[in-house]
Protein backbone atom coordinates (compact mmCIF):
# COMPACT_ATOMS: atom_id res chain seq x y z
CA UNK A 1 0.00 0.00 0.00
CA UNK A 2 3.06 2.56 0.57
CA UNK A 3 4.82 2.23 -2.10
CA UNK A 4 1.45 3.39 -4.20
CA UNK A 5 1.98 7.12 -2.77
CA UNK A 6 5.19 7.71 -5.14
CA UNK A 7 3.06 6.33 -8.18
CA UNK A 8 -0.07 8.04 -6.72
CA UNK A 9 1.92 11.95 -6.34
CA UNK A 10 4.05 11.65 -9.66
CA UNK A 11 0.55 11.13 -11.42
CA UNK A 12 -1.15 14.17 -9.99
CA UNK A 13 2.13 16.32 -10.49
CA UNK A 14 2.27 15.54 -13.98
CA UNK A 15 -1.96 16.15 -14.40
CA UNK A 16 -1.65 19.78 -12.63
CA UNK A 17 1.50 20.42 -14.96
CA UNK A 18 -0.40 19.08 -18.18
CA UNK A 19 -3.85 20.63 -16.67
CA UNK A 20 -3.77 23.65 -19.35
CA UNK A 21 -2.95 21.55 -22.35
CA UNK A 22 -5.76 18.75 -21.22
CA UNK A 23 -8.16 22.08 -21.20
CA UNK A 24 -7.54 23.21 -24.26
CA UNK A 25 -7.70 19.87 -25.95
CA UNK A 26 -11.55 19.32 -23.89
CA UNK A 27 -12.73 22.17 -25.42
CA UNK A 28 -11.14 21.58 -29.07
CA UNK A 29 -9.46 24.38 -29.32
CA UNK A 30 -7.73 26.33 -31.96
CA UNK A 31 -4.46 26.42 -30.71
CA UNK A 32 -4.11 22.87 -28.55
CA UNK A 33 -0.64 21.97 -30.29
CA UNK A 34 0.44 25.88 -29.68
CA UNK A 35 -1.14 24.94 -25.73
CA UNK A 36 0.98 21.58 -25.40
CA UNK A 37 4.15 22.89 -26.43
CA UNK A 38 4.11 26.34 -24.60
CA UNK A 39 3.33 24.00 -21.48
CA UNK A 40 6.16 21.61 -22.26
CA UNK A 41 8.83 23.02 -22.66
CA UNK A 42 7.82 26.47 -20.47
CA UNK A 43 5.30 24.88 -18.08
CA UNK A 44 8.28 24.20 -15.58
CA UNK A 45 8.06 28.22 -14.86
CA UNK A 46 4.97 29.52 -13.47
CA UNK A 47 4.95 32.51 -15.87
CA UNK A 48 4.86 29.57 -18.99
CA UNK A 49 2.13 27.56 -17.19
CA UNK A 50 0.21 30.46 -16.96
CA UNK A 51 0.43 31.60 -19.75
CA UNK A 52 -0.70 28.21 -21.49
CA UNK A 53 -3.51 28.13 -18.87
CA UNK A 54 -4.76 31.57 -20.02
CA UNK A 55 -4.00 30.44 -23.82
CA UNK A 56 -6.05 27.69 -23.29
CA UNK A 57 -9.33 29.06 -21.95
CA UNK A 58 -9.64 31.84 -23.92
CA UNK A 59 -9.03 30.47 -27.24
CA UNK A 60 -11.57 29.63 -29.65
CA UNK A 61 -13.30 26.64 -30.52
CA UNK A 62 -12.90 24.82 -33.60
CA UNK A 63 -16.53 25.07 -35.62
CA UNK A 64 -18.16 22.06 -34.97
CA UNK A 65 -18.56 19.87 -37.82
CA UNK A 66 -21.46 19.78 -40.51
CA UNK A 67 -23.17 16.63 -41.39
CA UNK A 68 -23.11 16.42 -45.14
CA UNK A 69 -26.09 13.83 -45.47
CA UNK A 70 -29.33 16.08 -46.06
CA UNK A 71 -32.01 16.04 -43.38
Do not use: C, H
Not at 48 to 68: D, Y
Request: proline residues 6%; hydrophobic residues 60%.
Amino acid sequence: MDSDIPFVLIMVVVSLYLLPFMIAYLRDAKGTAGVFVVNFFLGWTLLGWVGALAWAVTSERRPALQSKIPV
